[in-house]
C-alpha cells in the first residue's frame, strides 16, 4: 500500500499564501500588428478596457516590440504575428489544431497571445484575463510560467439570452450591462448567443425595461 500524505489545516494554509513566481505587467504596452480586422481590433480592445476596469491602468497600445526592459503583451494571431519583428513564436508551444484555438504563454518578460484565427485571438485574451492577477492602482501580473496551447472540443459553444419579463432581473438589464454580460461570456469561450425576445411565452412589455 502506497503511504498517504497528509497535511494539516496550517501547512496548508502556508501553502496557499506562498507567492508564485509573477511576471510584472503593470508597466507592459500591448503590442499588436499594426492592420487588423474589425474583430480582431476589438480583441485588443477587450484587453485594455477589461484591465482598466479591474487596475484603474490604461495600457498604451503599439505596433512593435518596446525597448528591452519594458514588457510586452503581444497579441495577433499566428498569421499576423509571424510578419511582426522580434515576437519569438518559435520559442512557443505548438499550435494546437482546430477551429479557435490559442497559445498563452510568457517567454523572455513578455506575454504572447497567439490565436488560431480570429475568435482563437478573442479567446485566448480571455484566457489572458482570468489568469492575471489585477488589483487597483499597483497590480497587474501574471504566472511567469504561464503556457497553455488548447483548442475547444465542440464547434457551437452557446448562451441563451432574454430580454423579456421573466425573472425581474434580465429584463431590468441596461444597453450596458448586456455588454459587458456578452464580453464575459466570449472570455469564457462562449461562441454563440441565442437570443429571445419578448415575443415568446411572455408578456410584450415589463415594467423593469429600460428601453421598448
Given amino acids: 500500500m502506497r503511504p498517504s500524505l497528509c497535511l494539516s489545516a496550517s501547512a496548508l494554509a502556508l501553502l496557499a499564501l506562498m507567492p508564485l513566481s509573477a511576471l510584472d505587467l503593470k508597466k507592459a504596452v500591448v503590442v499588436a500588428p499594426a492592420k487588423l480586422t474589425m474583430q480582431e481590433s476589438a480583441a485588443v480592445s477587450v484587453l485594455v478596457e477589461e484591465v482598466q476596469k479591474r487596475t484603474q491602468m490604461r495600457l498604451a497600445v503599439q505596433n512593435s516590440l518596446p525597448a528591452a526592459g519594458t514588457p510586452a503583451i503581444i497579441v495577433g494571431t ?33 506575454v504572447i497571445v497567439a490565436g488560431n484565427d480570429q475568435r482563437g485571438m478573442l479567446f485566448g485574451v ?54 459587458q454580460y456578452i464580453r464575459d461570456l466570449a472570455i469564457f469561450g ?19 425595461f429600460p428601453l421598448p
Fill in 78 to 110: 499566428n498569421a499576423n504575428l509571424a510578419g511582426l519583428a522580434g515576437v519569438p513564436l518559435s520559442r512557443m508551444a505548438a499550435a494546437p489544431r482546430g477551429a479557435e484555438g490559442f497559445r498563452v504563454q510568457a517567454v523572455g518578460g513578455n
Fill in 126 to 179: 480571455g484566457y489572458l484575463l482570468r489568469q492575471m492577477r489585477m488589483e487597483r492602482g499597483h497590480v497587474l501580473e501574471v504566472d511567469d510560467k504561464l503556457a497553455v496551447s488548447t483548442a475547444p472540443r465542440f464547434a457551437l459553444r452557446g448562451h441563451q439570452l432574454g430580454y423579456r419579463p421573466k425573472v425581474n432581473a434580465y429584463d431590468a438589464f441596461t444597453v450596458e450591462m448586456f455588454d
Fill in 190 to 208: 462562449t461562441n454563440a448567443i441565442e437570443f429571445i425576445p419578448p415575443r415568446s411565452d411572455d408578456a410584450d412589455d415589463s415594467p423593469h
